[in-house]
């Protein structure tokens, strides 16, 4: 568990959905090219960059648009 993130993998197995986690690009080719067929549901855990940029980063309330800056807020 990294700073206080719960294990969503093994939540999702404890609702009894298949989880899996990921820890890096390799590892979320294999993932994929493995079970690109599924048809179930199932959650993945991708670990990513902590201060890197994932986006859409939008405040609640607010569109991707202002999100982007295309936008002005009133």
């Not at 969503?8 to 090219?33: P, T, W």
């Not at 902590?50 to 202002?66: F, H, K, L």
Request: net charge negative; with cysteine.
């Amino acid at each position: 568990m990294k700073n206080g993130m719960p294990n969503f993998s093994a939540v999702a197995n404890a609702y009894g959905i298949d989880g899996y986690r990921v820890e890096n690009i390799q590892d979320l080719e294999e993932f994929l090219n493995k079970n690109k067929f599924l048809t179930k549901p199932l959650l993945l855990d991708v670990n990513v960059v902590e201060n890197g940029n994932c986006y859409p980063m939008v405040a609640p309330g607010r569109s991707n648009s202002q999100m982007l800056g295309l936008e002005k807020v009133v």
